[in-house]
């Protein structure tokens, strides 16, 4: 599955518009680690299931909250990743339901979150990149989240090639979808769309020489 990595049109955008962006591609990421995990035949049970996806996606929060960090000011940056984790937690109510049944999934991702923020606060990263104490914490939740059978090998396969793989793809849509000419509020974006020229209401730009119809036999009466 494709993940979002540039925009089509304008680039003036709101802090809004690149958390949606960033929560689609991060679940698009999950979905994609799940179905390698699956491949690589990893056991995961229909009840670990997402509780591998709620690991998934707070690693990659975490991760977009580091790398937002020289690329918006410091309150751009809380506002990205309070918007980010409450559309990751929609999408994880909206699958979760659909998959398991009703229930308070929402709260249940924030929950989470909010947990393992605390756990990921206290690794750093180095060159860019998640050191390995930031990686052996996520490839260790992952592990506690699956069956026993893989405990062995899944704290290896997360460290040394899903969670890497991970963050490269979080990391490139970081750097495309934050490189944009402009942030602007919300309200800012309303009010540029509402004094927006329509394209037929524009005075003309072009400078065509004057028709002139020389052939009596193309003569519209």
């Known amino acids: 599955m494709r993940v979002k990595s540039t925009w089509h049109k304008t680039k003036v955008k709101t802090i809004e518009d690149i958390a949606g962006a960033l929560a689609f591609n991060s679940w698009r990421i999950t979905k994609n680690h799940l179905e390698d995990l699956i491949n690589e ?47 990751s937690a929609d999408y994880y109510q909206e699958n979760k339901e659909e998959r398991i049944g009703k229930g308070e999934y929402w709260h249940e991702f924030i929950n989470l979150y909010n947990q393992r923020s605390q756990y990921y606060s206290e690794y750093e990263f180095m060159d860019g990149a998640p050191n390995y104490p930031f990686l052996r914490y996520f490839a260790e939740k992952i592990k506690d989240s699956m069956t026993k059978v893989d405990e062995k090998w899944i704290a290896q396969q997360i460290i040394e090639i899903q969670a890497p793989k991970a963050f490269e793809s979080i990391k490139k849509s970081v750097d495309d979808l934050v490189a944009i000419d402009q942030i602007v509020t919300k309200e800012d974006k309303i009010k540029r769309k509402k004094d927006k020229i329509p394209r037929s209401k524009r005075k003309s730009t072009r400078r065509d020489a004057p028709y002139k119809n020389t052939s009596s036999s193309d003569h519209i009466a």
């Open 41 to 87: 035949a990893f056991v995961i049970e229909k009840a670990q299931v997402f509780d591998v996806i709620g690991e998934y996606l707070c690693f990659l929060v975490q991760c977009v909250d580091r790398l937002a960090y020289d690329k918006l000011d410091n309150e751009q940056r809380q506002k990205l990743i309070i918007l980010l984790a409450k559309q």
